[in-house]
Structure formats: C-alpha cells, structure tokens
C-alpha cells in the first residue's frame, strides 16, 4: 500500500527507492521473505515473498496438490523473489521458476535484463537459463533492437560488464525481431527457454 503523504519521488533516498517497491503490506495482511530452508529472511535477504491474511485464497478449485504445494502452514507461497527492508517494503526481484543458477551462484534474471535493456540500440530483452555442461546453467539474452542500431552480441555483453557482475553477464546473445508476449504484454519465456533444454536432450 502506498500513501501520499510518504512515498514522494522527491523525497530523500530511501523515500526515492521505495517507490521502486511494491509497498507494504495491506491492513489484515501479513507479508514475509521465506528462505529456502523455511526460516524468514532478514532484511535485504533474497526469498520467496509469502502472504498470509483472510483476502488470500483458500486452494484451488479441484487441485488438492496444488494448494499443498502453494499454501503451506498458512501461508501462500507467491513464487515471486524478493526483499524487504526494515519497515516492511518489499522490493520484488524475480520470479522462483525464472532464476538462473550458474555455477551454484543465483541469477535474477529481470537484474540482467535491466542491464541488457540500458544498451544504447535495444528496445527490450528477456533472459532464461540454458544448459551449459560445466556451469549447469548459462545466461542468454533474446534482444530486440532498433532497426537503425549497429549493435553486436559482444556490444551488449561488454556493457553488462559495466553494470553487473561479470558471472551474471550473458554469455551468449540473440536477436530477434519480436519477443513472444501473452495478450497482457507479459513475455512467454517458456517459449524462448524451451528450445534451448530441447536441443540438450
């Protein structure tokens, strides 16, 4: 929930970056970070944001496996990553089923697509995990650029480089002429992603 009052984009720092979250918790409502192990995150720790309250749902209809895999103890289990600060805010990072794991590191793959999207020439980007044989996974960046653009695969990496870590960098880039979206605008990445594992089999 965002108020007036408090969430200006003038304001001092902290103000300013919480507008870049995802508020609050509304009243009634219980938000958490849930760690791998089930434990609550502290602040600034990367998890899965739960929910608890009497406006969450009760299950599915006719799928008892999927409300126990999605409401556990209470609490539903949203998939998306995320942290929180001390005040509550919670900042949304990823989606669970679209993180990246290379070499035992986690990779949020909207942290790389900011980067990818920043690059002079390039409309919009959509990361996904590929299989690489020594790091398990690698990172792959699908490009939409401008037609005028005179951009290389090596152009966008070595700007990433600039941004973010050298191991969340693509390794291997793209381009396309469109991105696969749903009817909303949300990019179908199983769509991108899958050819890719198919072609490990």
Known sequence: VFHAHRDKPDGAPNEVRRLRSAGQPMSLTSTRIMRADGAFAAPGEIGEV????????SGYWRNDAATRTT???GW??????????????????????EM????????????V????????GVIEAA???????????KVVAFVVKRPDATLDAAG????CRGSIAAYKCPKEVRF????PKLPNGKVEKYKLKAPLWDKAR
């Open 113 to 120: 697509e900011n980067a990818v999207t920043s690059c002079a």
């Open 156 to 159: 966008v990496i070595a700007h």
């Open 176 to 179: 396309i002429e469109a991105l």
């Open 76 to 97: 539903l289990h949203t998939g998306d990553l995320g942290t929180s600060d001390e005040e509550g805010f919670i900042f949304v990072v990823d989606r669970l089923k």
């Open 50 to 57: 739960v929910i608890r309250g009497p406006a969450v749902m």
């Open 127 to 137: 990361v996904v995990g590929a299989p690489d044989e020594r790091w398990g996974e």
């Open 71 to 73: 409401l556990v103890d």
């Open 100 to 111: 990246i794991v290379s070499g035992g590191e986690n990779i949020y793959s909207r942290e």
